[in-house]
């Protein structure tokens, strides 16, 4: 069966500092990845996409960036983090042959 | 420009009754939906879908009910449990972008 790793579970890091998340899935191959961020009280938004190693949509300008270096890993980072990048951060995966979207455990950061 | 937008924050049903979540959303290339359940500080966890060219799905006590012509979706929950008690979020996909967009969530609240 299929699993999604993230880690760390919770990380608090001082304004200007950097940041490295990390997101592994087993037991599938070739899956679409997907990095999103619940702001508090807000709903999910998409922050990047891949369909494949090396390729990286992202959907919102901001103060972070993403890769995919391995076919099931996908990693979302920053070189200065913002008081404004607080959040809950979701990594999640698909299929390409399936619709349903599944998620990892998530990452609580807060940014001081 | 939220294209899925979930206008009710939150819900209280007695245990036992209907839950109804509702779910609007304004692109007319949307054609697969999905509701999420989300519990806190935790990744939310896949439901029910339903595909444009159904109108319905069911699956044990949750149902999804798709009205094209009126952009809308709801969930329904019979019988609801204190159990269900959680964040739902609806979710929508143009087949091909590989993206999904989500509402910004309801939270239901059963209560005992």
């Known amino acids: 069966s299929q699993t999604i790793h993230q880690w760390p579970a919770t990380l608090v890091q001082p304004v200007g500092s950097p940041l490295s998340l990390e997101c592994t899935v087993e037991?599938?191959?070739?899956?679409?990845l997907y990095w999103y961020r619940q702001a508090a009280g807000r709903g999910l938004q998409l922050l990047f996409y891949?369909?494949?190693?090396?390729?990286i949509s992202s959907e919102v300008p901001q103060n972070l960036s993403a890769s995919r270096p391995q076919d099931r890993q996908f990693i979302l980072s920053s070189k200065k983090l913002l008081l404004s990048d607080s959040g809950f951060y979701l990594c999640?995966?698909?299929?390409?042959?399936?619709?349903?979207?599944?998620f990892g455990p998530g990452t609580r950061l807060t940014v001081t | 420009d939220q294209q899925v937008k979930q206008n009710s924050p939150s819900l209280s049903v007695q245990e036992g009754r209907i839950s109804i979540l509702n779910c609007d959303y304004t692109n007319s290339m949307f054609d697969y939906f999905l509701w999420y359940k989300k519990y806190p500080a935790e990744g939310p966890t896949f439901l029910i879908s339903?595909?444009?060219?159904?109108d319905k799905n069911e699956d044990g006590r949750f149902t999804v009910f798709l009205n094209k012509s009126a952009k809308h979706l709801s969930l329904h929950i019979v019988p609801s449990q204190p159990g269900d008690s959680a964040v739902y979020f609806c979710a929508a996909s143009e087949s091909g972008t590989y993206k999904y967009i989500f509402g910004t969530g309801t939270r239901l609240k059963v209560l005992a």
């Open positions: 037991g599938t191959s070739n899956p679409n």
């Open positions: 891949s369909v494949g190693i090396g390729q």
């Open positions: 999640a995966w698909n299929g390409t042959d399936k619709y349903e979207q599944y």
């Open positions: 339903i595909s444009s060219i159904k």
